[in-house]
C-alpha cells in the first residue's frame, strides 16, 4: 500500500544562504472507487483512510442511503493506482447503474452541457439534525486544528476535516490533498463510528456548492470553514437548513445563515 508522503531531497534558499536536506512531500495518487466490478469515478487523494472515502463519497454523493449498504470494501493496489472496490447491496447499485445511463455523453468536466446543469441545480437534502453552539465553540476549534492535522504540519500541502463537539473539541479529523475528499474521509469515518450530529464540522479550505451538498447528505446540521462561501454554497445551505459559517478565524466568524443555531446559545 502506498505511503502518504516520500522524503524527497531539496535545495532551500534562505536570507542569501543555501543548504541541502530533504523534505517530506505528501503522496498523490489515482484511487478508482469501483461498485460491485464497475468503475465509477477515479480521483487524485492522499492513500490514506481509503476506507472512509469509500463510505463517505458513497454517503455524500448519495449513491448509498445509510452505511449497511455498503457491504464491504477491499483496497487494491494496481499497477496504475489504488482501486476501492465496494460491494454494494442491489437497491443503490440499480440507482447507481441509471444514473451512470443518464451521464452518458456527459463532456469531461463534469459539469458541461444541459444534462450537468440540471444535475447541479438538483436540490440537497434537508438536515434533520440540530444542535445550538456558542460562538465561542467555533473559536475553540480553530485553536486546536493547527496541532489536529498532523499531515498537514508535516508536509504542508494537505487540507483538513474536523467533527466537533457543542463545546468546540475536536472528536474526528482526516486530512487529504483534495478538500472535497477530506471531508468524504471525515463524513465515513463519521458513519462507520456511528457518531452523533449534535456537532458541526470545520474545514481548512473554502465553503463551495459541493461541500454544502455533500454536508447536507450526511445530516450536518453546522458548516464552517476558515474560508470564503460562495453564492451557490450559501443558497444550497439555505434550501438545506444548513447553518454556514465563513472566515473563522481568531476573534471573528461570519454567519451567512442558520446563526440561530450559535446565536441562541448565547447568555
Known sequence: MA?????LARTVWQQGQLRWDSDAVVQEAPVALVYNGISHAVMMATPADLADLALGFSLSERILASPGQLLGVEIEQREQGLELAMEITAEPFEGLKRRRRSLTGRSGCGLCGVESLAQASVPPRRVEADVRLRPAALQRALESLGA?????????????????????????????????????????????????????????????YEMVAKAAACNIPVLAAVSAPTVLAVEQAMQAGISLVGFVQPGRQVMYCGEQRIMEAEG
Open 3 to 7: 505511503e502518504s508522503t516520500v522524503r
Open 148 to 208: 489536529a492535522q498532523e499531515l498537514r504540519a508535516l508536509t504542508g500541502g494537505v487540507h483538513g476535516a474536523a467533527w466537533c463537539d457543542p463545546h468546540g473539541d475536536i472528536r474526528l479529523l482526516r486530512e487529504d490533498v483534495g478538500r472535497h475528499n477530506a471531508l468524504d474521509k471525515l463524513l465515513g469515518a463519521m458513519a462507520a463510528q456511528g457518531s452523533d450530529r449534535a456537532g458541526f464540522v470545520l474545514l481548512t479550505s473554502r465553503l463551495s
